[in-house]
Protein backbone atom coordinates (compact mmCIF):
# COMPACT_ATOMS: atom_id res chain seq x y z
CA UNK A 1 0.00 0.00 0.00
CA UNK A 2 1.62 3.65 -0.67
CA UNK A 3 2.40 5.92 1.94
CA UNK A 4 0.07 8.35 2.26
CA UNK A 5 2.91 11.03 3.16
CA UNK A 6 6.38 10.81 1.92
CA UNK A 7 8.56 9.74 4.48
CA UNK A 8 10.95 12.57 5.72
CA UNK A 9 14.17 11.71 6.16
CA UNK A 10 15.26 14.23 8.48
CA UNK A 11 12.43 12.96 11.20
CA UNK A 12 15.05 10.02 11.14
CA UNK A 13 17.76 10.20 13.50
CA UNK A 14 20.33 8.83 11.74
CA UNK A 15 20.11 11.02 8.93
CA UNK A 16 19.27 14.33 11.50
CA UNK A 17 22.75 15.96 11.26
CA UNK A 18 22.76 15.40 7.24
CA UNK A 19 22.38 18.68 4.80
CA UNK A 20 19.63 19.34 2.55
CA UNK A 21 22.66 18.36 -0.52
CA UNK A 22 23.34 15.03 1.55
CA UNK A 23 19.41 14.20 2.09
CA UNK A 24 19.20 14.37 -1.53
CA UNK A 25 21.60 11.84 -2.12
CA UNK A 26 20.62 9.52 0.54
CA UNK A 27 17.13 9.94 -0.89
CA UNK A 28 18.51 8.59 -4.47
CA UNK A 29 20.22 6.06 -2.54
CA UNK A 30 17.90 4.11 -0.66
CA UNK A 31 14.79 2.28 -1.63
CA UNK A 32 11.27 1.96 0.54
CA UNK A 33 10.27 -1.55 0.58
CA UNK A 34 7.13 -3.01 2.40
CA UNK A 35 7.46 -6.98 3.37
CA UNK A 36 4.73 -9.33 4.86
CA UNK A 37 5.21 -10.68 7.84
CA UNK A 38 7.86 -14.33 7.90
CA UNK A 39 9.70 -13.10 5.43
CA UNK A 40 13.62 -13.92 6.15
CA UNK A 41 15.68 -10.75 5.22
CA UNK A 42 19.12 -11.52 6.21
CA UNK A 43 20.13 -15.03 6.66
CA UNK A 44 22.70 -16.55 9.29
CA UNK A 45 25.74 -17.76 7.75
CA UNK A 46 25.10 -16.20 4.11
CA UNK A 47 26.42 -13.17 2.05
CA UNK A 48 25.04 -9.85 3.02
CA UNK A 49 24.26 -7.47 0.54
CA UNK A 50 21.90 -5.03 1.87
CA UNK A 51 21.53 -2.86 5.09
CA UNK A 52 18.06 -2.42 6.43
CA UNK A 53 16.64 0.50 8.73
CA UNK A 54 13.49 -0.02 10.35
CA UNK A 55 10.72 2.56 9.57
CA UNK A 56 7.22 0.32 10.95
CA UNK A 57 6.89 -3.10 11.96
CA UNK A 58 9.12 -5.72 14.11
CA UNK A 59 11.78 -7.82 13.30
CA UNK A 60 13.54 -11.14 15.18
CA UNK A 61 16.93 -11.65 15.53
CA UNK A 62 17.89 -15.93 15.72
CA UNK A 63 21.15 -16.86 16.21
CA UNK A 64 21.09 -20.84 15.75
CA UNK A 65 17.49 -21.07 15.66
CA UNK A 66 17.06 -18.87 19.17
CA UNK A 67 16.16 -15.04 19.14
CA UNK A 68 18.83 -13.25 20.34
CA UNK A 69 16.91 -9.87 20.16
CA UNK A 70 13.61 -8.15 18.50
CA UNK A 71 13.74 -5.16 16.25
CA UNK A 72 11.73 -1.92 16.03
CA UNK A 73 10.94 1.15 14.54
CA UNK A 74 14.17 3.13 14.50
CA UNK A 75 16.49 0.49 14.70
CA UNK A 76 18.19 -0.92 11.80
CA UNK A 77 20.26 -4.27 10.68
CA UNK A 78 22.75 -6.02 8.56
CA UNK A 79 25.22 -3.85 8.68
CA UNK A 80 27.59 -6.04 10.10
CA UNK A 81 28.36 -8.38 7.02
CA UNK A 82 28.45 -5.08 4.94
CA UNK A 83 31.14 -3.67 7.48
CA UNK A 84 33.86 -6.74 7.80
CA UNK A 85 32.36 -8.44 4.50
CA UNK A 86 32.03 -11.87 6.26
CA UNK A 87 28.69 -13.98 6.56
CA UNK A 88 25.47 -12.88 8.26
CA UNK A 89 25.65 -12.94 11.54
CA UNK A 90 22.10 -13.96 12.27
CA UNK A 91 19.48 -14.45 10.77
CA UNK A 92 16.54 -11.42 10.76
CA UNK A 93 12.34 -12.35 9.68
CA UNK A 94 10.16 -9.70 9.80
CA UNK A 95 7.19 -10.59 13.08
CA UNK A 96 5.26 -8.08 11.51
CA UNK A 97 4.43 -6.80 8.16
CA UNK A 98 7.15 -3.81 7.97
CA UNK A 99 8.19 -0.35 6.10
CA UNK A 100 12.15 -0.86 5.62
CA UNK A 101 14.52 1.34 3.80
CA UNK A 102 17.17 -0.30 1.94
CA UNK A 103 20.76 0.25 0.56
CA UNK A 104 22.31 -2.01 -1.04
CA UNK A 105 26.02 -2.62 -0.21
CA UNK A 106 27.79 -0.17 -2.08
CA UNK A 107 25.64 2.87 -1.35
CA UNK A 108 25.63 1.94 1.87
CA UNK A 109 29.66 1.89 2.61
CA UNK A 110 30.09 4.99 -0.23
CA UNK A 111 27.32 6.85 1.95
CA UNK A 112 29.27 6.75 5.14
CA UNK A 113 32.20 6.92 3.67
CA UNK A 114 30.89 10.53 2.04
CA UNK A 115 29.40 11.39 5.32
CA UNK A 116 30.99 11.91 8.81
CA UNK A 117 27.99 12.95 10.25
CA UNK A 118 26.23 9.81 9.33
CA UNK A 119 29.27 8.10 10.38
CA UNK A 120 30.10 9.36 13.33
CA UNK A 121 25.92 8.72 14.54
CA UNK A 122 26.09 5.26 13.37
CA UNK A 123 29.38 4.63 15.45
CA UNK A 124 27.09 5.84 18.28
CA UNK A 125 24.59 3.09 18.17
CA UNK A 126 27.07 0.21 17.39
CA UNK A 127 28.32 0.97 20.64
CA UNK A 128 25.62 1.02 22.24
CA UNK A 129 24.07 -2.03 20.46
CA UNK A 130 27.65 -3.56 21.81
CA UNK A 131 26.61 -2.07 25.73
CA UNK A 132 23.10 -3.99 25.14
CA UNK A 133 24.29 -7.05 24.43
CA UNK A 134 27.13 -7.20 27.37
CA UNK A 135 24.53 -6.04 29.88
CA UNK A 136 22.23 -9.15 28.40
CA UNK A 137 25.02 -11.57 28.59
CA UNK A 138 26.05 -10.51 32.35
CA UNK A 139 22.48 -10.81 33.99
P1 LIG B 1 24.58 -8.94 9.78
O1 LIG B 1 25.52 -9.86 10.46
O2 LIG B 1 25.00 -8.32 8.53
O3 LIG B 1 23.19 -9.72 9.53
C1 LIG B 1 22.40 -10.07 10.65
C2 LIG B 1 22.13 -8.84 11.44
O4 LIG B 1 21.41 -9.02 12.65
C3 LIG B 1 23.45 -8.23 11.92
O5 LIG B 1 24.16 -7.77 10.80
C4 LIG B 1 22.96 -7.19 12.90
O6 LIG B 1 22.50 -6.05 12.25
C5 LIG B 1 21.74 -7.94 13.49
N1 LIG B 1 22.07 -8.50 14.81
C6 LIG B 1 22.83 -9.57 15.08
N2 LIG B 1 22.88 -9.79 16.42
C7 LIG B 1 22.14 -8.82 16.99
C8 LIG B 1 21.80 -8.49 18.35
N3 LIG B 1 22.24 -9.22 19.38
N4 LIG B 1 21.03 -7.42 18.57
C9 LIG B 1 20.57 -6.69 17.54
N5 LIG B 1 20.85 -6.96 16.24
C10 LIG B 1 21.62 -8.00 15.97
Sequence with gaps: MPRRHELDLRDIW???????SQLKTIRRAIEEVVVPKGRVLCEEGSIGREFFFIVEGKAAVTRNGRR??????????????????????????????????????RRFNGLLDEMPSLSHKFLVAMAQRLRDADAKAVN
Design 14 to 20: MFSACSN
Design 68 to 105: TATLGPGSYFGELALLDRKPRSATVTSDTEMTLLVLEQ
